[in-house]
């Protein structure tokens, strides 16, 4: 991996429960760099990385580095732990070629039925989230806000 990179930006689909349990995880760990997350048909998305939609942004992760180099997929996936302080060493260990065709697999697999996991595994996206949060009232006063109480299981899979 280059010295050079001083930070990521992981391009996402914010409509997809994994992907959205991800995001959220990678932002919980220690990181080594900063790590930026955007929407991959955000039109910021597309000035950052021209032609984003045509490497199939909306099938698989893509990371972009912010000295230019780009990964996608499996070593998309393994910039990210990268990234990690916990979990860098994994990411070696993953790259190498005894692990490449069983990450190469494994990421194919969730990759493709993402959507499919997320209903499964009951993963809200972050599309979700907002729109159940702009279902419900917000009453403020006194300086402080609160939310009505929420039937359990309303929200799928709760936000953390």
Not at 113 to 120: A, G, I, M, P, T
């Amino acid at each position: 991996m280059n010295g050079d990179i001083t930070g990521l930006t992981v391009f996402y689909d914010p409509g997809c429960g994994v992907c959205c349990r991800f995001r959220r995880w990678l932002e919980s760990q220690a990181l080594w760099l900063p790590v930026e997350f955007m929407g991959f048909r955000e039109k910021e998305a597309e000035l950052l990385m021209p032609g984003l939609l045509d490497l199939g942004a909306d099938r698989e992760c893509i990371v972009l580095a912010d000295d230019g180099h780009w990964w996608q997929g499996a070593d998309a996936w393994l910039v990210c732990l990268w990234a990690t302080r916990e979990y860098r060493l994994w990411s070696a260990r993953l790259a190498a070629p005894v692990f490449r065709p069983v990450l190469l697999k494994v990421v194919d697999a969730i990759s493709s039925n993402r959507l499919k996991l997320s209903s499964l595994l009951g993963f809200s996206s972050d599309r979700e989230v907002m729109a159940e949060l702009e279902k419900h009232e917000v009453e403020c006063g006194d300086d402080r806000c609160s939310w009505p109480e929420w039937p359990a299981g309303q929200v799928k899979g709760g936000v953390r």
